[in-house]
Antibody
Framework: EVQLVESGGGLVQPGGSLRLSCAAS????????MNWVRQSPGKGLEWVSY????????YYVDSVKGRFTISRDNAKNSLYLQMNSLRAEDTAVYYC?????????????????WGQGTMVTVSS | DIQMTQSPSSVSASVGDRVTITCRAS??????LAWYQQKPGKAPKLLIY???SLQSGVPSRFSGSGSGTDFTLTISSLQPEDFATYYC?????????FGGGTKVEIK
């Protein structure tokens, strides 16, 4: 079964740090591009970060640049998000999401597989 | 960044109704658009990619159309399991951006 399972969320004080993990199974993780997407309570979806299949290319939404770092370990089938200098506005459910690639290998920059999400709460 | 505007923000409909949701991009995105369905407490589910391509396993009552700046998601005959929130997402340029969502509620 194709699956993504996030972990590492929790309650952290403003200015603190957290490291989120996403364990992938059921597909060849090393071949696919990955993302983090978040959703603040009762709000819409916000893409946070992207990483290429080999980890040599990354992108971030402006609001987290310089504070968050995306990485991956293809040997461990795992995706990570290191979050530093956390702010109240970073409070959200964080999802890891796989970039959709069709049978021809074409990418569509849509997200076809999502984890169940992990809650991050930034509060004193 | 490309802004995505969905309308309406909510719609009340009955089982069997035809429902249309609109998404407008602040600049042209060709056909680089996806649609998602999200139910409370669950992760989003990909319905449509490339504006009109149905994701595997998604019922054929869902369809997408449009290109450039204006897009539509249509549910041809609303089923009980379709009551949810729907989001569009542009996939043309980084950062990928989502619309604000359309909640489809029971009338």
């Amino acid at each position: 079964e194709v699956q993504l399972v996030e972990s590492g969320g929790g309650l952290v004080q403003p200015g603190g740090s957290l490291r989120l993990s996403c364990a992938a199974s059921g597909f060849t993780f090393s071949r696919l591009e990955m993302n983090w997407v978040r959703q603040s309570p009762g709000k819409g979806l916000e893409w946070v970060s992207y990483i290429s299949s080999r980890g040599d290319s990354t992108y971030y939404v402006d609001s987290v640049k310089g504070r968050f770092t995306i990485s991956r370990d293809n040997a461990k089938n795992s995706l990570y998000l290191q979050m530093n200098s956390l702010r109240a506005e970073d409070t959200a459910v964080y999802y890891c999401a796989r970039d959709f690639s069709d049978s021809t290998g074409s990418y569509y920059r849509a997200f076809d597989i999502w984890g169940q999400g992990t809650m991050v709460t930034v509060s004193s | 960044d490309i802004q995505m505007t969905q309308s309406p923000s909510s719609v009340s409909a009955s089982v069997g109704d035809r429902v249309t949701i609109t998404c407008r991009a602040s600049q042209g995105i060709s056909s680089w658009l996806a649609w998602y369905q999200q139910k409370p407490g669950k992760a989003p589910k990909l319905l449509i990619y490339a504006a009109s391509s149905l994701q595997s396993g998604v019922p054929s009552r869902f369809s997408g159309s449009g290109s450039g700046t204006d897009f539509t998601l249509t549910i041809s005959s609303l089923q009980p399991e379709d009551f949810a929130t729907y989001y569009c997402q542009q996939a043309n340029t980084f950062p990928p951006t989502f619309g604000g969502g359309t909640k489809v509620e029971i009338k």
